[in-house]
């Protein structure tokens, strides 16, 4: 059978290889020590899961992996029985955390290992690769249940009806979501099988989610976090079909960040909206006790992709990524089905420390000073007392080595005991976010409850505010010139209009352009964009004037924004004025 990896021959050439732009595929480097042979990486078993899907390499502890690790960006290379991933894309040479280290300390963590490494190079394809059709047998149509789940949410195990089984695997199913995202147990699906390798392809039950058809604007619905700036952040409701939402739509604190409020890999809820016809999503205004709309099944039969408190969370003690439980939410098949998602995980992988590694080299130095002395035994034949000293020698360095072992241990414990606390961190964080969130929406609410109790109605809070918009706006040496005039009035539609607005600082700049036009100083600023309101759109329509002789005008609030909202208001045969309504930039009703 041809091997389907390569044994390095020269470090310097691999890492060479691997920093050089124009891969096309990710590259697993696994490292095998040659005395610890017990915790071995399956290699054999990786190159047959991940198949062509990535280049599969075999360094042997020893020179060549000190070459390979001293070409490389600091704590980028691989030693011991260990392995990485390096994608193509190189992003890991700037962020060594994107390529975390997969150790195996034992039989058990070799196993798990092995599969986080499958995972790792499964999350980095984002296309299918096509399937080489089978070439003596055409596949044949079945139907199955799905029995558990494999290989961190890659493989699903499905039972016929005749009694046998065979596998889905997730880099041929489009989109390519972990399965036990799309599935469940005790389902039931229908594919094409493939009796040579015993796999079942379901692409037929794929369904095509359509937004128009899924949500309405004001509905509250799940996303994904992809991917998570200080800045903004990129939700998805479903594969696909991505929206950047920025932070002034995270957060109504602009001291606040998205990645404050918002993990890479969190499932979150949303407000979905539609302006002038473009899909916007928010995190305003989000109420915990609101019914949320269920994510979309992305196979026929299948069940929602995303699910309220599921987030792709780090669990460094099994060296892996997976979605996290959601409170009383069901199972999903077992310790088999846990595993990473397509996504990318919430934080990288903790690091083995400085003190172990000083620790593995000593034990190694050890190692190779008993294997000295146990030549020099052999050696010296009938040698009598030299024979008799180099065994006390070597019995001494026995109990050295012992005692380095039980050092090492206790290192290990202490890492692993990081390793859970880390993930406890990690979890309380999220915790953390999401009732920051919660908190900041309530406390806006608080805030608006309180101004409406201070007044008995709408219209004097409206007076109450509008005055202290003019005495902040104008200067006091302008004050005389400018006086708030005390006949003006407002329409019964403008105080519902001006403070139905949530988003911050728009009700301010609403009252600082009221004041302008009360005061006269809206006409001759530029900015203020007055003119006449018309009946159409046309040039040559004539303005719209009440029965009363009022003239209605428009005035701009806001510039070069989403929406930017408008003021419209009359001013009446007297000259005084009347505000008519705060409006959004499309909006021509006086």
């Known amino acids: 059978m041809e091997q389907a990896y390569v044994v390095v021959t020269s470090g310097k050439d691999l890492a060479l290889r691997l920093m050089a732009s124009g891969r096309t595929k990710p590259a697993a480097v696994i490292s095998w020590h040659p005395e610890q042979r017990e915790n071995l990486l399956d290699v054999d078993h990786i190159a047959r899961e991940v198949g062509d899907l990535a280049e599969v390499y075999w360094l042997e502890n020893g020179p060549e992996s000190y070459a390979f690790g001293d070409c490389l960006p600091a704590g980028a290379h691989v030693f011991g029985n260990a392995a990485r991933v390096y994608s193509e894309d190189l992003r890991w040479m700037t962020d060594v955390h994107r390529s975390p280290l997969r150790m195996a300390r034992d039989r058990q963590t070799a196993v798990r290992a092995a599969e986080a490494l499958i995972e790792d190079v499964l999350s980095l394809i984002t296309v299918v690769p096509p399937k080489t059709a089978p070439v003596r047998a055409l596949p044949r149509r079945v139907r199955g249940t799905v029995r558990a789940f ?41 594919g094409d099988l493939n009796d040579e390798d015993r796999t079942l392809d379901i692409n037929a039950l794929k369904t095509a989610p359509r937004l128009a058809e899924l949500y309405r604007p004001g509905d509250l619905v799940l996303a994904l ?86 987030h792709l969370t780090e669990q460094p003690t099994a060296g892996r990524t997976f979605p996290a439980k959601a409170p009383g939410g069901p199972g999903g098949g077992g310790a088999a089905s846990q595993g990473s998602g397509s996504a990318a995980a919430a934080g990288p992988a903790p690091k083995p420390s400085a003190a172990l590694m000083t620790v ?11 294997a000295v002395l146990q030549e020099l035994v052999a050696a010296a034949g009938q040698a009598g007392a ?4 180099l065994q006390q020698e070597q019995d001494a360095l026995r109990r050295e080595l012992g005692a380095e072992q039980q050092i090492a241990e206790d290192a290990r414990a202490a890492l692993e005991d990081a390793e859970v606390r880390l993930a406890r961190r990690n979890e309380e964080l999220l915790d953390l976010k999401a009732h920051k969130r919660r908190t900041q929406t309530a406390l806006k609410r ?82 203020r964009e007055v003119h006449a309101l018309r009946a ?8 719209l004037v009440r029965e009363d002789g009022a003239k209605s005008y428009r005035a701009a609030i806001e510039q070069k924004v989403a929406s930017a909202r408008r003021l419209h208001y009359w001013r009446l045969p007297d000259g005084s004025i009347e505000l008519s309504r705060v409006v959004v930039h499309d909006d021509f009703k006086p």
């Open 150 to 190: 494999a290989s961190a949410g890659s493989r699903a195990i499905v039972g016929l009806g005749d009694g046998s089984c065979c596998t889905i695997q997730r880099e041929h199913v489009v989109p390519p979501v972990r399965l036990d995202w799309m599935l469940e147990i005790g389902q039931s699906v229908e």
């Open 225 to 310: 976090a992809e991917q998570v700036t200080a800045k903004n952040a990129k939700l998805t409701l479903y594969p696909g079909s991505s929206w950047s939402v920025d932070q002034a739509r995270i957060s109504s604190n602009p001291l606040d960040t998205a990645d404050s409020l918002v993990t890479e890999g969190e499932v979150v809820v949303a407000r979905f909206l539609r302006e002038n016809g473009a899909v916007v999503l928010s995190l305003l205004d989000v109420d915990d006790d609101a019914d949320v709309v269920d994510a979309p099944a992305l196979l026929a039969g299948g069940t929602p992709w995303l699910r309220p408190g599921r």
């Open 360 to 370: 593995q080299l000593q034990l190694e130095a050890e190692r190779r000073k008993v």
């Open 386 to 389: 030299g024979l008799v000293s």
């Open 446 to 527: 608080a805030l608006a409850a309180g101004s409406d109790a201070l007044f008995e109605t709408a219209g004097e809070r409206l007076r109450h505010d509008v005055y202290l918009a003019w005495a902040k706006n104008v200067p006091a040496s302008d004050k005389a010139r400018q006086p708030l005039p005390p006949d003006w009035k407002a329409g019964p539609e403008f105080a519902a209009s001006l403070y139905g607005f949530t988003e911050p600082g728009v009700v301010a700049k609403a009252l600082k352009a009221t004041v302008e036009v009360l005061t006269g100083t809206a006409e001759r600023n530029a900015a």
């Open 536 to 543: 159409s759109l046309g040039a040559d329509t004539a303005q």
